[in-house]
């Protein structure tokens, strides 16, 4: 199985991107990874939340190949323990996926036609974080998941 994380827009933070590269690099040893950024739209302030969405959905769609399974981290999504998600990853592996795409939208999310795409929506928290920080976050779950499937001593219940 491979995993590509799909986000919105760059991180312009530097202890964000040093933070997600760390994980990102601990990730690989596990299966192939990869971290794509979908440049900002262009007009972005002359458009609407709705319209916003809608474009981003397309940029989205235009990176998805036949037969990914899609995720997307939404706040309305499901919620993990890391036991749990470590679960949920490892039967996507005995499933035969060949590639799972997990896309952390912009600052307004998804639409709710984008949404019924999906295979999957998963939250990582009760609580709201920027589409920037939750990047870091997500990648120390992943790594936090390969982890536990391992049998390795990172995670502590």
Same mark, same amino acid.
Do not use: C, W
């Given at each position: 199985?491979?995993?590509?994380?799909?986000v919105? #827009?760059?991180?312009?933070?530097?202890?964000?991107?040093?933070?997600?590269?760390?994980? +990102?690099?601990?990730?690989?040893?596990?299966?192939? +990874?990869e971290?794509?950024?979908?440049?900002?739209?262009?007009?972005?302030?002359?458009?609407?939340?709705?319209? *916003?969405?809608?474009?981003? =959905?397309?940029?989205?769609? =235009?990176?998805?190949?036949?037969?990914d399974?899609?995720?997307?981290?939404?706040?309305?999504?499901?919620?993990?323990h890391?036991r749990?998600?470590?679960?949920?990853?490892?039967? *996507?592996?005995?499933?035969?996926?060949?590639?799972?795409? +997990?896309?952390? #939208? #912009?600052?307004?999310?998804?639409?709710d036609?984008?949404?019924?795409?999906?295979? +999957?929506?998963?939250?990582?928290?009760?609580?709201?974080?920027?589409?920037q920080?939750?990047?870091?976050?997500?990648?120390?779950?992943?790594?936090? =998941?390969?982890?536990?499937?391992? #049998?390795?001593?990172?995670?502590?219940?």
């Open positions: 199985m491979k995993i590509l994380l799909l919105i #827009g760059k991180t312009d933070q530097s202890f964000l991107d040093e933070g997600m590269r760390l994980y +990102f690099d601990r990730i690989e040893r596990y299966l192939p +990874f971290f794509k950024v979908i440049p900002d739209l262009k007009n972005r302030k002359r458009l609407s939340e709705a319209e *916003q969405k809608e474009a981003e =959905a397309k940029l989205i769609e =235009a990176q998805l190949q036949a037969g399974v899609l995720v997307l981290l939404d706040e309305n999504g499901k919620n993990y890391s749990g998600f470590a679960a949920f990853l490892e039967q *996507q592996m005995l499933q035969s996926v060949k590639r799972l795409v +997990f896309v952390i #939208g #912009g600052p307004y999310g998804f639409t036609k984008f949404k019924q795409q999906a295979r +999957f929506l998963i939250s990582l928290s009760s609580m709201t974080f920027s589409h920080l939750v990047r870091l976050v997500f990648a120390e779950q992943l790594y936090r =998941a390969f982890s536990i499937i391992k #049998g390795e001593p990172y995670h502590h219940d």
